[in-house]
């Protein structure tokens, strides 16, 4: 005889399945960034690790919810359709039953939506994306026996806990293709190079270069001060350092008074920058090359 259900496990279960997910998709999102050009202003993860702990009831409750709008109605259809039926059929009723209730359930969204004026498109995937989760969930839920919630709780924690281990150990080794600059050439600086105001650096292959509007940090300056703008013309030069990350950009112009550029971005989109305020405040002004339809 097969155990009775408990439907109140499975709300737990699926609840804490929604918070693994949360917890498995920031381990993710914080490797994908080891392998993006850096921000313009670091990251201030003392303010994120604090708004991340005041969403986490937040996390809770919107998977609470929809785990009671979409999980539970799931688990009592599958429990509805499966009886009477063999194993293998059984399997595909109970995995049919999470994608049978979000259509049902899709409807009433998209009017909710329409109504508030919300994207069509964007709540479509928003809906899709918590049925794909949520499903995941109602599956895990399914199987009757006790310790169900223990072993969620052990194996979700140890899967993401092993993928933040594996995807640093990946970055170390090189397994992971973490950040690195592009290594540029002497031909790549010739071109217009642009920043967020519209000032230009035009370089020159015979190794001349003109300022128009361009930023002026001296160290010390603090980053949201405003930053002095420099005009001018004068010479520049390109060295290629013992790696990747010391090469430099040197411009010479009598009345702008740079230390050496470095370089960041990507091959696709080499940038050249300034660091602001105090050696490793990570805060950096930027120009990027321009293409030939800016």
């Keep these: 005889m097969r155990q009775k259900r408990s439907y109140g496990r499975v709300l737990v279960v699926s609840t804490l399945v929604g918070y693994l997910e949360v917890a498995l998709g920031a381990v993710v999102a914080l490797l994908y960034v080891q392998t993006q050009p850096p921000p313009d202003t670091p990251p201030d993860w003392a303010e994120i690790t604090g708004t991340l702990v005041a969403l986490t009831p937040l996390v809770g409750f919107i998977s609470f919810l929809l785990s009671l709008v979409l999980v539970l109605p799931a688990v009592a259809l599958a429990d509805l359709v499966v009886r009477g039926l063999d194993a293998r059929r059984a399997w595909w009723a109970a995995v049919a039953a999470p994608a049978a209730v979000a259509a049902l359930l899709a409807a009433p969204v998209l009017i909710f939506a329409t109504y508030n004026d919300a994207e069509t498109g964007d709540t479509l995937v928003f809906w899709a994306s918590a049925t794909a ?7 895990i839920a399914l199987p009757r026996g006790e310790g169900l919630l223990r072993r969620v709780a052990l194996w979700g924690a140890a899967l993401v806990a092993g993928t933040g281990a594996f995807g640093a150990l990946g970055l170390a080794v090189g397994l992971l293709p973490a950040y690195e600059p592009p290594r540029i050439r002497p031909e790549t600086m010739t071109g217009t190079w642009i920043d967020h105001t519209s000032g230009t650096l ?3 292959p015979d190794g001349r270069v003109t300022a128009s509007g361009v930023g002026v940090h001296r160290p010390g300056d603090h980053p949201d001060d405003p930053s002095r703008r420099c005009s001018g013309s004068g010479t520049w030069s390109y060295e290629p ?4 990350w010391s090469q430099e950009v040197r411009i010479e112009i009598p009345v702008c008074h740079w230390q050496a550029w470095g ?5 696709q989109e080499p940038r050249i920058s300034q660091e602001i305020g105090d050696p490793g405040s990570g805060r950096l002004y930027r120009l990027r090359k321009a293409s030939d339809r800016t």
């Design 241 to 244: 350092g013992r790696d990747v």
């Design 202 to 204: 035009v370089f020159t």
């Design 133 to 139: 989760s949520l499903s995941l969930g109602a599956l």
């Design 263 to 267: 370089v960041d971005g990507t091959g």
